[in-house]
Nanobody, 122 residues
Framework: QVPLVEFGGGLAQAGGSLTLSCSAS????????MGWFRQAPGKERHFVAA???????WYADSVKGRFTISRDGKKNTVYLEMNNLNLEDTALYSC????????????????WGRGTQVTVSS
């Protein structure tokens, strides 16, 4: 497991933007696929986006074209840029990591951050 810390949550208006950050160790970014999940109140946690050590990214259909995941090896940070936010994007967003990318897609990564809250208002 690797320690992960999220930053950047907060309040945004519908149609607005927020960028989340996930701080990880240098070792994690070079070896692990990194991703974001979200859990709305009273609902199950769902996959949002992930990026491999080589930079390949994949997204949930609900965020394609609006969210962008990226990584900065020098800063040991993974970002989730969220644009054109809507009310359904309100959730606790958690960073996750695993050496096996498929485990991110299946919702079973080995490492999790504590999460950062994103609230979208109308």
């Amino acid at each position: 497991q690797v320690p992960l810390v999220e930053f950047g949550g907060g309040l945004a208006q519908a149609g607005g933007s927020l960028t989340l950050s996930c701080s990880a160790s240098e070792r994690a970014l070079s070896l692990y696929a990194m991703g974001w999940f979200r859990q709305a109140p009273g609902k199950e946690r769902h996959f949002v986006a992930a990026i491999s050590p080589s930079g390949s990214a994949w997204y949930a259909d609900s965020v394609k074209g609006r969210f962008t995941i990226s990584r900065d090896g020098k800063k040991n940070t993974v970002y989730l840029e969220m644009n054109n936010l809507n009310l359904e994007d309100t959730a606790l967003y958690s960073c996750a990591a695993d050496k096996v990318p498929e485990l991110l897609g299946s919702g079973r990564p080995s490492s999790w951050g504590r999460g950062t809250q994103v609230t979208v208002s109308s």
